[in-house]
């Protein structure tokens, strides 16, 4: 790892992050339109750097993985709980983080509870860098959430990353295990979720984001969309990306057949039970021999 070249990457994708976190801050209001505030924050994100995956606004009980279609007509409401996970990345290095806002301003126990695993578990990783046991950084998120009285949710975790790919395999549970394997060298992303709900989530019915996973088609709409998603080197990619120009029942039934074909594959909405609330703070870290660096290194 040329680890000055990875730093100069992560520090131009986290002022790409810094800055659509600013964003998003002054866009995320009631009666905002979800599109024309999701396109703001991508479009602000390409004046630095790349979008790693597209703008998650997860909403109330939806914990991870919602972005808009390119004909939605939705508002944000009132009392919305809402996590902005933002994705950025230089020549494929990414920083991953993501924050949660309470428009009704009545949530900031839940949002705390997030907030606080996150702190209390880069804390822990500053302090111990390479040595940082898998099985003990579950444990501090998972103690903190539950001490303000709400569930981490389950089955969903931090994870490694690896230039132009998000998920590379070691994943960082957000509850105690007996696993004390060390996390070693690496970029991870931490990301604990707190929740009212149950403490688990289910895959639901929409889906906005889509990964390419190799091959072609015969049909002259799926090729097209095709050769957009190539365009991410193998990252998420939204309905909004590909396709310009398709109609939208043509672009739908295209998606559908590349599905079929194993050529994309589904990132569903994620989501607790209905009624529920869940919140998500999330940073990204490079662990290095010498040096823990945070990002982005700004107070949540």
């Given at each position: 790892?040329?680890?000055?070249?990875?730093?100069?990457?992560?520090?131009?994708?986290?002022?790409?992050?810094?800055?659509?976190?600013?964003?998003?801050?002054?866009?995320?209001?009631?009666?905002?339109?979800?599109?024309?505030?999701?396109?703001?924050?991508?479009?602000?994100?390409?004046?630095?750097?790349?979008?790693a995956f597209p703008l998650n606004i997860s909403v109330n009980n939806q914990a991870?993985?919602?972005?808009?279609?390119?004909?939605?007509?939705?508002?944000?409401?009132?009392?919305?709980?809402?996590?902005?996970?933002?994705?950025?990345?230089?020549?494929?290095?990414?920083?991953?983080?993501?924050?949660?806002?309470?428009?009704?301003?009545?949530?900031?126990?839940?949002?705390?509870?997030?907030?606080?695993?996150?702190?209390?578990?880069?804390?822990?990783?500053?302090?111990?860098?390479?040595?940082?046991?898998?099985?003990?950084?579950?444990?501090?998120?998972?103690?903190?959430?539950?001490?303000?009285?709400?569930?981490?949710?389950?089955?969903?975790?931090?994870?490694?990353?690896?230039?132009?790919?998000?998920?590379?395999?070691?994943?960082?549970?957000?509850?105690?295990?007996?696993?004390?394997?060390?996390?070693?060298?690496?970029?991870?992303?931490?990301?604990?979720?707190?929740?009212?709900?149950?403490?688990?989530?289910?895959?639901?019915?929409?889906?906005?984001?889509?990964?390419?996973?190799?091959?072609?088609?015969?049909?002259?709409?799926?090729?097209?969309?095709?050769?957009?998603?190539?365009?991410?080197?193998?990252?998420?990619?939204?309905?909004?990306?590909?396709?310009?120009?398709?109609?939208?029942?043509?672009?739908?039934?295209?998606?559908?057949?590349?599905?079929?074909?194993?050529?994309?594959?589904?990132?569903?909405?994620?989501?607790?039970?209905q009624g529920s609330l869940v919140s998500q703070h999330e940073?990204?870290?490079?662990?290095?021999?010498?040096?823990?660096?945070?990002?982005?290194?700004?107070?949540?």
């Amino acid at each position: 790892m040329n680890k000055e070249n990875v730093l100069t990457n992560l520090k131009i994708a986290e002022k790409g992050w810094i800055e659509a976190r600013k964003l998003a801050l002054k866009l995320v209001k009631p009666d905002a339109y979800i599109l024309d505030v999701t396109e703001q924050i991508e479009t602000k994100i390409k004046e630095y750097c790349d979008c790693a995956f597209p703008l998650n606004i997860s909403v109330n009980n939806q914990a991870a993985h919602y972005t808009p279609l390119s004909d939605c007509i939705e508002k944000i409401e009132r009392e919305d709980v809402i996590k902005i996970d933002v994705g950025t990345h230089s020549n494929g290095y990414i920083v991953d983080a993501a924050f949660t806002i309470d428009l009704k301003g009545d949530q900031q126990k839940l949002l705390d509870a997030s907030k606080n695993a996150l702190n209390a578990a880069v804390k822990y990783v500053r302090e111990n860098g390479v040595e940082t046991e898998y099985g003990k950084l579950g444990e501090i998120i998972e103690k903190e959430i539950i001490k303000l009285g709400f569930k981490p949710i389950y089955n969903l975790t931090g994870h490694s990353m690896m230039p132009y790919e998000i998920h590379a395999g070691q994943s960082i549970l957000n509850y105690l295990t007996e696993n004390k394997k060390k996390l070693g060298e690496g970029l991870f992303a931490i990301e604990p979720f707190a929740t009212n709900g149950t403490g688990y989530v289910h895959d639901g019915n929409f889906c906005g984001i889509y990964f390419y996973m190799g091959g072609n088609s015969r049909n002259l709409n799926a090729r097209k969309i095709i050769e957009d998603a190539k365009k991410t080197n193998g990252l998420p990619f939204a309905e909004r990306w590909v396709g310009k120009g398709i109609k939208p029942f043509a672009k739908k039934l295209a998606l559908q057949q590349l599905i079929k074909e194993k050529v994309i594959r589904k990132a569903s909405v994620l989501q607790d039970i209905q009624g529920s609330l869940v919140s998500q703070h999330e940073k990204t870290v490079l662990i290095t021999k010498e040096k823990v660096y945070v990002f982005p290194d700004i107070e949540f």
